[in-house]
């Protein structure tokens, strides 16, 4: 697994090249602004409960939460009972599904 100091070089890497295509008019500004809201993005880990709690209040089962993230259905179980916590994209996901709803990523 990658260090945090790794992970933040390679987002700041990514960043300047997608300045340099937004220069070149390869990305528009609305990309580019998307590109800036991602890099800012910080996601805080989220409690066993908390997982559950939110996807109760969405009244949607485990296997449909595992189904809108990619993930296992047994991956969403060791969450709501803390034995695995989410990390990388299915963390940012649970974060976005929980301040915009399930719709923004449907």
């Known amino acids: 697994m990658a260090s945090k100091k790794a992970n933040n070089r390679l987002i700041e890497e990514l960043h300047e090249t997608a300045e340099g295509l ?10 580019m602004l998307e590109y800036e809201y991602l890099r800012n993005l910080t996601v805080q880990p989220m409690p066993a ?3 559950k709690l939110l996807r109760e209040r969405m009244r949607i089962s485990q296997a ?22 989410p ?3 299915s963390l940012k996901l649970l974060s976005l599904i929980e301040r915009k709803g399930l719709n923004a990523i449907l």
């Open 87 to 89: 990390s990388g994209p």
């Open 64 to 85: 449909v939460l595992a189904a809108v993230l990619n993930t296992s259905v047994s991956t969403v179980q060791k969450w709501e009972v803390g034995d695995k916590k």
């Open 22 to 31: 937004h220069s070149l008019g390869l990305i528009t500004k609305k990309r």
């Open 49 to 51: 409960a908390k997982i």
